[in-house]
């Protein structure tokens, strides 16, 4: 039996956009473990496997349920060390909690300012009904304002990456020589605001920009196969 993946999707359930469930995607695949995306919308989560968790991604393994991208991949190095490793021993885990405060404490901000509005046109009524008000709620701005800010996000975006950028000008990916679970936590990011939005953040001959081209190129392509947004 497969593992089912449970991912956020908008009103087209072939465009998955969240940051968190690209993570598990990319996880699942670096495992080389076959397993089912189950599509789900905003207001379908509380459903999953018993509401038991608020947000995805989700998986069922088995008997086994796990919620949150990164205990997912903590779940699956444990439970199929023989497939191929997403830390690369404990430095590696904790060198990947670290990547995961610095994607979501720097470049999260803005990624939601940035592709706020774009994600809310993606979804269905009843979906952008919850959306917003959840949205302007967590952000303590209303979408109009977070539509003030959203050129100056994207105009100061590429500075944060500066720790990233540096780093790839001596190395391939962030895991080293070959990709780790650390790799995916910021793909998960940039994924995020390659499907949904308008903005093109990364200028080419940028080594992120390669970086994440590679990272697009992964597994036969996955992360390339929903199609950049127009």
Known sequence: MSIVL????????????????????????????DFERNPVCFTE????????????????????????????ADYLE?????????????????????????????????????ALAEINDLLAP?????????????????????????????????AKLTPLRVMLKSQPWIGGSSPLFADYIVFGALQWVRVVSSARLLETGDPVHDWFERCLELHDGLGRSVPAAG
Request: proline share 6%; glycine share 8%; aromatic share 8%.
């Open 126 to 158: 009843d979906d952008q009904a919850y959306f917003k008000p959840s949205r302007e709620t967590r952000l303590g701005m209303t979408f109009e304002e977070v539509a003030e800010r959203r050129e100056a996000q994207i105009e100061g975006f590429s």
């Open 45 to 72: 989560v509380p459903k999953v496997e018993d509401g038991v968790s608020k947000t995805l991604p989700v998986i069922r393994d088995g008997s086994k349920v796990v919620a949150d991208s990164f205990l997912i």
């Open 78 to 114: 444990e439970a199929y060390p023989d497939q191929p490793t997403l830390f690369g021993g404990e430095g590696g885990q904790a060198l990947a909690r670290f990547v995961e405060s610095w994607t979501q404490s720097t470049l999260h901000p803005a990624l939601n300012v940035i």
């Open 6 to 33: 449970h991912e956020l999707v908008g009103a087209d359930a072939a465009r998955p956009f969240s940051p968190h469930c690209w993570k598990a995607v990319m996880a699942l695949a670096h495992k080389g473990l």
